[in-house]
């Protein structure tokens, strides 16, 4: 009498809402989908915060031209093929649901031309089904657009966060992958602008200080089968923790609260634990990043053992680091009254002459209100020398990267870079 059974259309979009939550999800599982498609390129672009447009393109093998119509099927994966590939799984997806849920609550475009074909297809989906396809001439890869997530399923849009909380959320899971594939070329664009633009690198180390902006120290051990590499930044800043096992960016909030204090709580800090495939428990639930580990004391010690003892040359590489950074200061000049370009060490600094004088003012009177007020303007004169001061002042700081409100004081290129972008060794 009152018990019916709900339209498929209502069961597809339930249970699409649980694949693909927010933008992040979406960003996440097309991601995924780029990297177990070897790419060595991936590009991404949001607008507000993912929820009017996400957009992932990669260079990887592309999707037979027969296949653009499966992928958005449920259950439908190139991955594995029987039960006992579970086992074994070394790629992200596997699942062959996330294209399909993703295409049942977006307007979705896909484009992708396979490695062996001259042409690529472009497909355009909505509400799940297709509306178009034609041939177009692309490069060998793919790219997938997401337009109005969730605007057939007004639930999910009224959950979504602000736009800001939902662009850090998808800043954070790219940086988790720029961690994960460190030769893998990363950009992420965010309202027209640039967020990072991270360069295939030799090794990790390179590809964390790449990311983070500074040195880090490197400390290995392995045991058993089981390998720890772990970098923790020579500078303090506000904590900040990146596990991965095997690769994949987990969650495990025991081993997260021991590394934590192991480690201190103002380092980032950035481990990879490698171990045999049986010892990990990757949960088979399309979202759940909590893994669960065989071995986890002897993870434990392993890190421990890392930290029980300073081997003496990490005391002399701090000395050094320390060193050349306070050493040489060169003011190159003051940009539209407002930037001061700096040279320090291997950077080029553009700090913001307000903030860095807030700053500055801050931390000699403790008084938020009076040293903003008191601050040097935007638009205000300054000379070189004026400059130079504050900068050295800076360079004493505790906490260098942010004004008193939280907002950073500075943005800086790796000199190194620049040689690289123009293809000059140095
Ligand atoms: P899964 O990743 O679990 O297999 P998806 O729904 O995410 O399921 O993707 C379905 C299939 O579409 C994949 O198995 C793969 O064959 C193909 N595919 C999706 N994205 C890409 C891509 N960027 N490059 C190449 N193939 C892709
Ligand atoms: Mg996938």
Redesign the pocket.
């Known amino acids: 009498m009152f018990v019916q059974s709900l339209p498929l259309e209502v069961i597809q979009k339930i249970s699409a809402g649980e694949v693909i939550e927010s933008p992040v999800d979406c960003v996440k599982?097309?991601v995924?989908?780029?990297l177990?498609?070897k790419?060595s390129r991936v590009d991404v672009e949001i607008i507000k915060g993912g929820k009017r447009y996400i957009s992932?393109r990669?260079n990887?093998?592309?999707?037979h031209r027969d296949?653009m119509e499966?992928?958005?099927q449920r259950w439908?994966?190139?991955?594995?093929k029987d039960v006992s590939d579970l086992l074994s799984i070394t790629?992200?997806?596997?699942?062959?649901?996330?294209?399909?849920?993703?295409a049942m609550v977006s307007r979705l475009v896909?484009r992708?031309r396979f490695f062996q074909d001259q042409l690529g297809i472009k497909m355009r989906v909505e509400d799940g089904k297709v509306l178009e396809k034609q041939e177009i001439g692309m490069q060998i890869?793919?790219c997938?657009e997401v337009y109005d997530l969730f605007y057939n399923l007004p639930v999910r849009l009224r959950f979504l966060k602000k736009e800001d909380t939902e662009r850090n959320r998808i800043i954070k899971l790219m940086k988790e992958y720029a961690l994960s594939k460190w030769d893998v070329h990363f950009t992420l664009t965010s309202n027209g602008r640039k967020v990072f633009d991270l360069y295939p690198c030799q090794d990790v180390k390179e590809r964390v200080e790449l990311l983070f902006g500074q040195k880090f120290e490197e400390r290995k051990n392995s045991k058993d089968g089981v390998s720890v590499s772990l970098y923790t930044s020579l500078e303090n800043t506000r904590g900040e923790i990146y596990l991965f096992v095997n690769s994949r960016p987990v969650q495990n909030r025991n081993l997260l609260e021991y590394i934590r204090k192991t480690v201190g709580y103002k380092k980032v800090c950035v481990c990879y634990i490698d171990l045999p495939t049986y010892m990990v428990d990757v949960n088979v639930h399309p979202k759940k990043r909590e893994v669960r580990i065989y071995k986890e004391r002897l993870v434990k010690e392993l890190i421990r053992e890392l930290f029980k003892k300073t081997p003496s040359y990490f005391n002399f590489v701090l000395a050094q680091e320390k060193a050349s950074y306070t050493s040489n200061v060169e003011i190159i000049g003051i940009i539209d009254k407002t930037l001061i370009l700096a040279k320090i060490g291997d950077y080029l600094y553009f700090f913001d002459q307000h903030l860095l004088s807030e700053r500055l003012l801050y931390e000699a009177s403790g008084d938020l209100m009076a040293s903003c007020k008191g601050a040097l303007k935007a638009g205000d004169d300054m000379s070189k020398d004026a400059a130079l001061e504050l900068v050295r002042a800076w360079l004493n700081f505790e906490n260098k990267e942010v004004c008193p409100h939280g907002r950073p004081i500075y943005y800086r290129l790796y000199i190194g870079d620049i040689y690289k972008n123009l293809d000059r060794r140095k």
């Open positions: 599982e097309l995924e989908n780029s177990d498609a790419s992932v990669d990887g093998t592309g999707i296949d499966k992928v958005i439908s994966t190139s991955k594995i790629s992200f997806g596997f699942r062959g649901e996330a294209l399909y849920a993703v896909i992708s890869g793919t997938v």
